[in-house]
């Protein structure tokens, strides 16, 4: 479970009476400022809704799926922390929900959600489990030419398809009181207004851009796997995922996010499966399917698993090798690779490489964490005495980034001297978080922490500061 | 040369397997009439139906901006909206496109022939239901 950030003691009641006297007076101060800009009121918006908007359904809100402090997803551990009430367990409790509207055993076991994407008629037969895919760096990812991709098959939205029209259709599927799904009467469909708000904010959730590969790397071993990556007759990863991004380029420029039908739903021994419990063929894309599936984004990649849209998939390890397997080199994905390589081969790694790629993956996922630690840190740096709430609000999600941080080096045996920084900028941000009077300097100091860490992960005059 | 003719094989047989993103109709039955994120009110025809033609599967449309008569075909989904009645929106047929009737047509992409992907029928009486009309 991540340790919450937590303050043992209140400040004294003469300290209180001082600051509440500082307070009124900058309050005062703070109310003559300008406000903020329309698409910062824009995002703010969209987060709240995000959060908090149930939109009279069952008492779930987007953010009962797509959690900000799981990565804006959910994973089987993070599922084991919840309350029993918490509305992701609404099958379990609402009898009008206790049929056909999710699975609670493959939800608790491995994060699956119900979808009825091949239609409604036969809710007994006819659904899919897929995992909760993560919503950060939506603006690098859900373009593309043929129009907007959403979800793990590129076709969730309702209406025009599109980003801003996806929350539409995840009410209907998701939020419903009962499975008559009235609009009205079991939930009420977002308005115009607030879909724009909900994409406003979905999409200034994390990288705002892709990566420029390759990366100065430090380590011996993610810096063979970034060469294996982007080596178009070895990894070949770079082709799909072009820059560990969710956009596809095959030599003759960038055609941006793309469906491919690359045999994950012909994995032998799919962990759902083994339970037993009835895990219908997910065709993808369209009805009937045609068996393809969304690319996703790389960078986030490490500390969003379990992977694929059905979580077939725990370890990011694991996700990589399944690239060498017989379901991916016999899907029409690797068929059409294999076709195109002058020795007939889709994919094939060894043990050693599929450890390096991965390795790679989980060091430019670690850049992202610190990239957005210290985005984080410096806001929070930035708050005033009065907003401070704010402030501690901006370290707590900074803990939580770089705990994912330490996990994902941890996890890969990667870097020591950088998980030795992260671990005390995480000290220090808690620190900050329940300090009165320091929060400030050990905001800064924690600041140092993740420029060290991200020194050793890459060649400094790479760094960002 | 051998490289050109190979990168050209990977983006022939890569895009052979790209298909074109649409939108989701499965949750797009459960929205009532003129409510389509980023269809109603902008690319879709809402208005009563003045005509029907079961022979050649037409259908004519008084939408604010003037009567246009437009093709089902074999792939268009006939959907009743019936959220005024409170009850669930279900799948319907031709026979449920009645003269009077509210609708909300969205159109399949491209120029020329008015062909509808999807037709939403709003049900207004509750002894009106799937292929009433036939009855």
Redesign the interface.
Known sequence: MRKLVQCDRGPQPAVVAVLTTIVVAVATFSACQTPPSPPSDLIAKGKDIFFNETFNGNGRTCGTCHRAEANFSINPAFIATLPPNDPLFVAEFNPDLKKNFENPRLMRQFALILE??????DLEKQFVMRGVPHVLSLRTSVN?P????T?WS?????????L??FA??AV??HFTKTL??????DFR??T?EE?AALEAFQLSLGRQQDLTLPLPLKGIVPKRGQEIFLDNSLGKCN?CHSNAGAT?N???GN?GN????TGVENLPDQPADLTGERVPPDDG???PG?G?FNTPPLVEAADTGPFFHNNAIETIEGAVAFYDGDSFNNS??GS??A??D?NGVGIELDGTQIVAIAAFLRVINALENIRQSIELLEGSAQKRFTERQQAKELLKRAITETGDSIRVLKGGGLHPQAVAHLKKAKELAEEAACSVFSRRRLTEQAIEEQKNARNELVESSSSRS | MLKVLMQIGVIVAWLGGITYAHSQQMTEMFIPVGQSPGVSNKTSLVGMIESIDAKNRTVTVAAPSGARTVDLTSRTKIWLDRSLLKATNQTGTFADLQKGRKVEVKLEPGEGKQVAEWVKVQLTEPSAGPGAAAK
Do not use: H, Y
């Open positions: 009825n994407l091949d239609g409604f008629d593309s043929q129009g907007p991709r979800g590129g076709d969730g939205a309702p209406g025009d398809g599109s801003r029209s539409t259709g209907i599927q008559n799904r009235i609009a009205g009467e469909l977002p115009d879909l082709l596809a095959f030599g003759r055609i793309a469906n491919f039908n894309f369209g009805k045609d393809t029409p994905a059409d690779l076709a195109t002058p």
